[in-house]
């Protein structure tokens, strides 16, 4: 009986919070470390012109949070959101012990608007990105992932400079071994200058192997033709053999 009224009660009080507008929680723009603009509805369901984290905005966020879940000891929400003029929607929850699991997550962004955040313009790319995680578990104070199963979409993929080259639509499946956490990614394309067919694999310790054939199609280029040459030894049959393996930590 006891925990029935307890369960009644703290009902009633998720009851009441679920009618809060948003805007309480909000202290001189402030949602914790986070600054927040332009916020409508409640802490359940609203959305905000933006939310700035760090030197990040995420441009037109929605949430949209089902409070119910907060009686077995976790939070889940739908998102939708902007970032780097791309678009994101997808599921979230996270639990007492701190686990956080996406399902059900895409977005969607110009391949050029990442390296100019991430590369500093070091490289031009070209065409669209569509990344999808079906599922993805992270234990917070962990340095990897678990149970990531996904798909990243490089549709009309290429390259502006260093070096210009067009590599048609590329697809990549992931995976990730129950057993060993090793995650796994096959690559391969279909139209473009090059045919790509091949695997790449991370692991927990940061140790990473990529294995790519490489097979010029008779629309490349002689200056990729010349740079393939000029990077990797020419098979016998024409193709180009890629394969590198190491610690991520050296490639920064």
């Known amino acids: 009986m006891k925990k029935l009224i307890l369960l009644f009660v703290a009902a009633l009080m998720l009851g009441v919070l679920v009618k809060v507008p948003v805007a309480v929680f909000i202290k001189d723009g402030r949602l914790g470390p986070v600054l927040v603009y332009g916020a409508e509805g409640t802490i359940w369901s609203g959305r905000a012109s933006l939310i700035r984290v760090g030197e990040n905005d995420i441009a037109t966020p929605s949430w949209s949070i089902n409070p119910l879940y ?118 391969s394309n279909q139209g473009g200058e090059l045919s790509v067919d091949g695997t790449a694999s991370l692991g927990a310790s940061m140790a990473y192997s990529v294995d790519t054939l490489l097979k010029p199609n008779a629309s490349i280029t002689e200056a990729l033709a010349d740079t393939l040459v000029a990077a990797m030894p020419k098979n016998t049959d024409g193709t180009f053999h890629f394969k590198r393996n190491g610690a991520l930590d050296q490639l920064r």
């Open 70 to 187: 907060l009686l077995i000891g976790r939070a889940q929400a739908h998102l939708d959101f902007g970032y780097l003029d791309g678009r994101g929607l997808g599921d979230v929850s996270v639990s007492l012990g701190q686990n956080i699991h996406l399902s059900d997550f895409e977005f969607t962004v110009e391949a050029d608007q990442l390296t100019q955040q991430f590369a500093n313009g070091f490289v031009g790319l070209e065409g669209e990105l569509n990344v999808q995680i079906d599922s993805l578990d992270y234990q917070v104070g962990d340095i990897f992932v678990k149970n990531t199963s996904g798909y990243v979409g490089w549709q009309k993929a290429g390259v502006a400079y260093p070096l210009s080259g067009g590599f048609g639509n590329i697809s990549v499946d992931i995976s990730q071994d129950e057993e060993s956490d090793l995650l796994q990614a096959e690559v």
